[in-house]
């Protein structure tokens, strides 16, 4: 059983060349359409970002609910959890692009709205990426520890270090369920400055869970295909494919909870948020999106038969990734663009940090070996069934 993965030239070369490519589209939309690249800045490096996150996230629950099953697996939400100090280095650069994507950074926007004026002492540059800051301080110090409390277990064996990840995993959601809540408001809701929602929040947590989930599976399929993970099997792949109809079902709820609660209320002041995407051209978008992010995967994974197929939870997984674009799309261009617009631009940011995230992911998971030898539950992951 192989229990190191070892980089490909090829599979380096790629990411590279996505890298390249994307930067090169990069700054051609900085030059060409400024306020479109920062939208695409903003969207694909919190995309990733919220991979990590949910990754992060589904690894502490398995360490707080001492989950054996899952075991074999943890090097994958580890390895993405790496993206998060390079999220933070990019999402710093928001500083010169303040003015494209935030309304309330207008000095004739504070003078001419009361507002805008009320949220001045929190909504104010200088305390923005004070927060920022914090944020990403907080969750790749408590990712690295995490981290290194599962390497620690590799070397030293015994319970100290499994006691340990328990322990700092109860710590990371914590600080998690407070630190990205307040993410989520100040890069994704600020956008509209105007409208607030008490569950937009919960809402990109649990898309950041759902999606962070979905892409770890994929990752984990891929990696069994290519001779990795023998041991996974159907009760994994169960197991799994729960995780995702359940999140299906909660990212659904809460999706649609937000979207019927101020649709009744008909609260000029929140519907303004609808109105502007139903008219201006995105209202397929928000149909498609609960379509690829809810009904589908619900309906798909109701059957124990398609829970166990990995191609299909291998596609549904692909399709999720689209999902999750498609969720950030609609949430930050709309009031940016004030139309919907694809092409080049979009294709090429994507690619760049799509290359970025996974040349990252690559390195961090070749640094360790793939199976934790000394997990006091592995052998109950590599032996798990049910019916």
């Not at 599962?150 to 270090?161: N, R």
């Not at 792949?237 to 937000?258: C, E, K, N």
């Not at 798909?300 to 399709?319: D, E, F, G, P």
Request: hydrophobic share 55%.
């Amino acid at each position: 059983m192989d229990t190191r993965v070892t980089l490909s030239k090829r599979f380096q070369y790629a990411a590279i060349a996505l890298i390249v490519v994307g930067a090169a589209v990069m700054a051609y939309g900085f030059i060409t359409h400024p306020e479109r690249a920062w939208a695409n800045l903003l969207l694909n490096n919190y995309y990733f970002l919220s991979l990590s996150i949910g990754a992060s996230f589904f690894m502490a629950l398995q360490h707080i609910s001492q989950s054996g099953w899952s075991s074999m697996f943890k090097r994958v939400p580890e390895a993405m959890m790496a993206y998060i100090p390079y999220a933070g280095i990019i999402m710093l650069l928001l500083y010169f692009g303040m003015h494209s994507l935030y309304h309330w950074t207008h000095e004739e926007a504070i003078a001419g709205d009361a507002l805008i004026q009320h949220k001045a002492p929190y909504l104010n540059i200088p305390f923005f990426f004070i927060r920022l800051i914090l944020f990403f301080m907080a969750w790749t110090i408590m990712t690295r520890l995490i981290r290194k409390a599962s390497l620690d277990e590799d070397k030293y064996g015994g319970m100290l270090y499994f006691e340990k990840s328990e322990l700092l995993s109860k710590i990371h959601i914590f600080l998690l369920a407070i630190t990205f809540s307040f993410a989520t408001f100040d890069w994704i809701m600020s956008i509209d400055v105007h409208w607030f929602s008490t569950i937009f929040s919960l809402r990109n947590f649990v898309a950041a869970f759902y999606h962070g989930t979905a892409v770890m599976v994929l990752f984990i399929i891929i990696l069994h295909q290519k001779g990795f993970f023998p041991a996974l099997n159907k009760s994994h792949l169960l197991d799994f494919s729960r995780y995702i109809f359940m999140l299906s079902i909660v990212w659904g709820y809460f999706t649609f909870s937000q979207f019927m609660l101020i649709w009744y209320a008909n609260i000029p002041e929140e519907t303004a948020y609808f109105y502007e995407r139903w008219h201006s051209g995105f209202k397929v978008i928000f149909y498609v999106n609960f379509f690829i992010n809810w009904f589908l995967p619900f309906t798909l994974m109701l059957s124990q038969v398609t829970n166990k197929n990995i191609h299909i939870v291998k596609a549904l997984a692909i399709v999720l990734i689209i999902g999750q674009y498609i969720d950030l799309y609609e949430q930050i261009f709309p009031t940016i663009l004030h139309a919907p617009v694809f092409g080049l631009i979009e294709i090429g940011f994507f690619a760049g940090f799509a290359g970025l995230f996974v040349l990252i992911f690559g390195k961090a998971l070749a640094s360790a070996d793939l199976i934790p030898k000394n997990h006091p539950y592995l052998e109950e992951s590599l032996h798990h069934h049910l019916h």
